[in-house]
């Protein structure tokens, strides 16, 4: 009762908002898919304008804790929940043929952000959460580094404004492009796959090109591809966190308070126990209970994963000065456009190295 007393109101708030955002991010005008948004996106962006035309709303006693609350702890719950749609065993047997590609983005998109941080004398926690958020899997992984990092909400905005913005490009331009350069239909899978940053805009990218190419498995095997980078949220935000807490300790040393239990991202963890979950339901004899875990419930918290992932951002959103985001948006959006155009870059190269290049699905 307490919690629903003091956390409540701003909670919500944020449902509600999170619930526009979902109709919004689904909706298809003419030939327009606003899916290639997302609803994330359209949550941050009705916070900040809430937050614009109305200052203190998120600091007001009745709704702070609740936004919070939401900021913090359902971000983390949205993680754990997305855990449920990783088959390890499903990723291992498809993603195998994309983990050079994988890898060589990821590194690259890491080294890259790092050079551009000392160039551009950014904020380490933005160019961090750019760095991985372009690498991995966009707001999702964001998400997941953000608490790790203890990145504030005008941090976690800024960050996911660049890869949005990347996001609608890549989905728009991506799929015209890769078949005018010759790319074959699983070439452009796995190019979409590594090079797009978050599942939506994979997704609306992939189906593009499947109109594209007449053929309609380069969405799928786009998706798995995606969901293998999204595997390396795991040694990422443990690396992280190991950084974090060498930091922390040599700091509590100082002031005899540092705490391991503190810094460690435990809900990583629980990511972990989730996709092992859906693993080992996979192997299980099909019966009643696995058709229903893979048709019904894995859908399920998909679903429900984006919703908490359109909260969080509604609650950051909120307690985002949008003017503020504007003026200091330059260098954030520089360096998401090195990482952006390395990670295409690479990508097609690692491909035309191994020969998946012009391979057809």
């Known amino acids: ?141 964001i998400a997941a580094t953000a608490p790790v990092i203890d990145a504030d909400d005008e941090e976690i905005a800024q960050s996911i404004s660049v890869i949005f913005l990347f996001n609608v490009l890549a989905a728009l331009i991506f799929p015209t492009l890769g078949h005018a350069l010759g790319m074959g239909s699983e070439g452009f899978a796995i190019f979409a796959g590594t090079a797009v940053n978050d599942t939506s805009s994979v997704t609306a990218a992939a189906s593009t090109a499947e109109e ?51 810094i460690f991202p435990w809900f990583i963890l629980f990511f972990i126990g989730a996709s092992v979950i859906t693993t080992v339901v996979g192997l299980l004899p099909e019966s009643g209970f696995s058709l229903w875990y893979g048709s019904d419930f894995v859908p399920a ?18 307690n985002t000065n949008l003017i503020q985001l504007v003026k200091k948006g330059g260098k954030p959006i520089l360096m998401g456009l090195c990482c952006w155009v390395m990670i295409s870059l690479v990508s097609i190269g690692v491909q035309l190295l191994t020969g998946i290049y012009y391979t057809n699905l």
Do not use: H
Request: charged share 15%; net charge positive; glycine share 8%.
């Open 301 to 318: 918290m998909k679903w429900l994963a984006k919703f908490f992932i359109a909260m969080a951002m509604c609650a950051i959103g909120l």
């Open 1 to 141: 009762m307490k919690f629903l007393k003091s956390k409540g109101l701003g909670i919500l708030i944020c449902v509600i908002v999170a619930a526009i955002a979902t109709f919004l991010g689904g909706l298809k005008i003419g030939t327009v898919n606003l899916e290639v948004i997302g609803a994330p996106v359209f949550a941050i962006l009705i916070g900040m304008i809430i937050t614009l035309c109305a200052p203190g709303f998120a600091t007001a006693d009745s709704r702070m804790d609740g936004i919070k609350f939401t900021s913090k702890k359902i971000l983390q719950w949205a993680v754990i929940i997305l855990g449920f749609s990783l088959n390890l065993g499903t990723i291992a047997k498809v993603g195998t043929q994309s983990l050079p590609v994988i890898v060589c983005t990821i590194s690259v998109s890491l080294i890259v952000a790092a050079i551009m941080k000392r160039v551009l004398k950014m904020d380490s926690k933005v160019s961090t959460l750019i760095g991985v958020g372009s690498s991995i899997c966009g707001g999702s992984a």
């Open 212 to 262: 594209i190419y007449k053929c309609n498995s380069i969405l799928s095997t786009a998706v798995t591809v995606k969901l293998t980078r999204t595997l390396a949220i795991i040694p990422i935000t443990l690396v992280l966190a190991i950084l974090q807490m060498r930091k922390a300790k040599e700091q509590g040393n100082a002031q005899n308070n540092f705490s391991f239990k503190k």
